[in-house]
């Protein structure tokens, strides 16, 4: 999962993609290695339920992570 960040979404001058979008990303890589089906999008509560699993292992300060 891919949460929102805020920022350019490609890298123009080495046409990278920074995954940067307003929405969350899922993507099946083993069957979608180019990310064109983004399951986020197809079923909405799906990372509310990974952020809720994500919390019950890690808790929920995120004290350490920092945007790019």
Known sequence: MIPPYEGREVNELVKIEYDNYDYYQLYNLK??????????????????????????????????????
């Open 31 to 68: 069957e979608d290695m180019k990310k064109q089906n983004n399951l986020a999008k197809i079923n909405p509560e799906k990372p509310k339920e990974l952020i809720h699993d994500f919390e019950i292992i890690h808790g929920n300060e995120y004290n350490g992570l920092h945007q790019l």
